[in-house]
């Protein structure tokens, strides 16, 4: 399957936005999905991730309440919308999946979208 992933921009914090990670070469129904975030200068992080069916999502501390991971299984598409932007969420966002449960560490993702950058100023 391959990953793409969109919808990144220039906002201003508090701001929002939603990010996009759209699967193509089958379909993403039988995936867990992480979204993963590389800041300047920083390495890559897990941001959060969504199970197969969209029953469980897990999120980082620095973005629960503010970022919710939703997917759409018949259009083959995973959502991350992010609400009250902060600087600090500045960073190129990418999507992630792989077969079994989210894994929270960049390595067990065996699927990757290229990237989108998110720019947040404040």
């Known amino acids: 399957v391959q990953l793409q992933a969109s919808g990144g921009g220039l906002v201003q914090a508090g701001g929002s936005l939603r990010l996009f990670c759209a699967a193509s070469?089958?379909?993403?129904?039988?995936?867990?999905v992480g979204w993963l975030r590389q800041a300047p200068g920083k390495e890559r992080e897990f941001v959060g991730g969504?199970?197969?069916?969209?029953?469980?999502?897990n999120y980082i501390d620095s973005v629960k309440g503010r970022f919710t991971i939703s997917r759409d299984n018949a259009e083959n598409t995973v959502y991350l919308q992010m609400n009250n932007l902060k600087a600090d969420d500045t960073a190129v966002y990418y999507c992630?999946?792989?077969?079994?449960?989210?894994?929270?560490?960049?390595?067990?993702?065996?699927?990757w979208g290229q990237g989108t950058l998110v720019t947040v100023s404040s």
């Open positions: 992630a999946a792989r077969r079994s449960f989210v894994a929270w560490t960049d390595r067990r993702y065996n699927y």
């Open positions: 969504i199970n197969w069916s969209g029953t469980s999502t």
């Open positions: 070469g089958g379909s993403i129904s039988t995936y867990a």
